[in-house]
Antibody
Framework: QVQLVQSGAEVKKPGASVKVSCKASGYTFTAYYIHWVRQAPGQGLEWIGCINPNSGGTKYAQKFQGRVTMTRDTSIRAAYMELSRLRSDDTAVYYC??????????????WGQGTLVTVSS | DIQMTQSPSSLSASVGDRVTITCRATQSISSYLNWYQQQPGGAPKLLVYAASSLQSGVPSRFSGSGSGTDFTLTISSLQPEDFATYYCQQGYSTPSFGPGTKVDIK
């Protein structure tokens, strides 16, 4: 079955960087964009950006421009999201999710299990 | 950027109740509207895509409708496992989510 499995929880100090991985299985990895979404404690869902695993092309939310880098390794069917210059308000669960598209719509399914990133001194 | 709003932000309901959640976009998004369910501590789960198409495996008590700027998610007969938070999401342009509607037990 289609599955996304993320790396484990991280604790980082302010100013550090974190890199979260997302390993795909059950489908052609290069055929679907991978998006990253985060959720701060008790808050809603916030889109961070996406990567085209085929070309490596990326698009980031303006809020994260300059601090986020998304990459992929097609040999192991993995996508990565690195966030730098971490602040306490970056504490959140980070999700990867696969975008499916048709001629007239798109949606996110499935989602990874989430990776808790805690930023604390 | 397209902003999404949802109403209500929370509601209390009983098992068997009919529940309707509304989602509104700040500009027309055609049918590029999806609904997700999130249980506490879990990842979001796709319920409805393209405004009204039920994802495979999702119970038929869930339904979606709308186009343009106004959309609804309806649960025809609330079940115990439906107590969760529901999010709408537009895929017309840079993705964005509504703030969520928490459904809890009355």
């Amino acid at each position: 079955q289609v599955q996304l499995v993320q790396s484990g929880a991280e604790v980082k100090k302010p100013g550090a960087s974190v890199k979260v991985s997302c390993k795909a299985s059950g489908y052609t990895f290069t055929a679907y964009y991978i998006h990253w979404v985060r959720q701060a404690p008790g808050q809603g869902l916030e889109w961070i950006g996406c990567i085209n695993p085929n070309s490596g092309g990326t698009k980031y939310a303006q809020k994260f421009q300059g601090r986020v880098t998304m990459t992929r390794d097609t040999s192991i069917r993995a996508a990565y999201m690195e966030l730098s210059r971490l602040r306490s308000d970056d504490t959140a669960v980070y999700y990867c999710t696969r975008e499916s598209t048709t001629m007239a719509t798109n949606w996110f399914d499935p989602w990874g299990q989430g990776t808790l990133v805690t930023v604390s001194s | 950027d397209i902003q999404m709003t949802q109403s209500p932000s929370s509601l209390s309901a009983s098992v068997g109740d009919r529940v309707t959640i509304t989602c509104r976009a700040t500009q027309s998004i055609s049918s590029y509207l999806n609904w997700y369910q999130q249980q506490p501590g879990g990842a979001p789960k796709l319920l409805v895509y393209a405004a009204s198409s039920l994802q495979s495996g999702v119970p038929s008590r869930f339904s979606g409708s709308g186009s343009g700027t106004d959309f609804t998610l309806t649960i025809s007969s609330l079940q115990p496992e439906d107590f969760a938070t529901y999010y709408c999401q537009q895929g017309y342009s840079t993705p964005s989510f509504g703030p969520g509607t928490k459904v809890d037990i009355k």
